[in-house]
T-cell receptor, first 114, second 114 residues
Framework: AQSVTQLDSQVPVFEEAPVELRCNYS??????LFWYVQYPNQGLQLLLK??????LVKGINGFEAEFNKSQTSFHLRKPSVHISDTAEYFC????????????FGAGTTVTVRA | NAGVTQTPKFQVLKTGQSMTLQCAQD?????MSWYRQDPGMGLRLIHY???????DQGEVPNGYNVSRSTTEDFPLRLLSAAPSQTSVYFC?????????????FGSGTQLSVL
């Protein structure tokens, strides 16, 4: 079975500053990796995903993530945040044997301040 | 373009009461699932279905029942509500191809059990 650890529960950041959200996973088989975002009082929506190929993945709203197999990590980055990026971010993993069963991390709350 | 529709948005129950959370999707997705979201714990999979007539347990199935009589609908039943079931519940669906695509989430049901 796979699992996900998000290393920061809360990340405060000033507007236009960069942000990095850390995610580590464990799995005995190859994995698919995802980042989802949840804006206040809404459901989750997909930011980006890694299935195979290039380890640098670009998503919506200027976010990107890098898959590092040796470090079992999938950190999310944005070079310059906006107030509208205030949200909760979830890292998720599924493995090749059960690709429809996602395991989610506990979430990281990003608060962007002016 | 409705996507995934959950009803009700809010519900308050007394311990021991039963109720059904409704979920419907109009994207002809084979895969549907129910998650619960609790603070600091991310999303945990309750039950899932890979097609009409097929359901299976996730990581936290106790106290919940599901059925999948049509492709569109996937209701979640609480037979005898307990305070530990106070949570936000999300229904999600996905097409089930060779590679995982993405989950589409409903807007959630906030359930309080007194």
């Amino acid at each position: 079975a796979q699992s996900v650890t998000q290393l920061d529960s809360q990340v405060p950041v000033f507007e236009e500053a960069p942000v990095e959200l850390r995610c580590n996973y464990s799995s005995s088989v190859s994995v698919y990796l995802f980042w989802y975002v949840q804006y206040p009082n809404q459901g989750l929506q997909l930011l980006l995903k890694y299935l195979s190929g290039s380890t640098l993945v670009k998503g919506i709203n200027g976010f990107e993530a890098e898959f590092n197999k040796s470090q079992t990590s999938f950190h999310l980055r944005k070079p310059s945040v906006h107030i509208s990026d205030t949200a909760e971010y979830f890292c998720a993993v599924s493995d090749f044997t059960n690709d429809y069963k996602l395991s989610f991390g506990a979430g990281t709350t990003v608060t962007v301040r002016a | 373009n409705a996507g995934v529709t959950q009803t009700p948005k809010f519900q308050v129950l007394k311990t021991g009461q039963s109720m059904t959370l409704q979920c419907a999707q109009d994207m002809n997705h084979e895969y549907m699932s129910w998650y619960r979201q609790d603070p600091g714990m991310g999303l945990r999979l309750i039950h899932y279905s890979v097609g009409a007539g097929i359901t299976d347990q996730g990581e936290v199935p106790n106290g919940y029942n599901v059925s999948r009589s049509t492709t569109e609908d996937f209701p979640l039943r609480l037979l005898s509500a307990a305070p530990s079931q106070t949570s936000v519940y999300f229904c999600a669906s996905s097409s089930r191809g060779r590679l995982m695509t993405q989950l589409f989430f409903g807007s959630g049901t906030q359930l309080s059990v007194l």
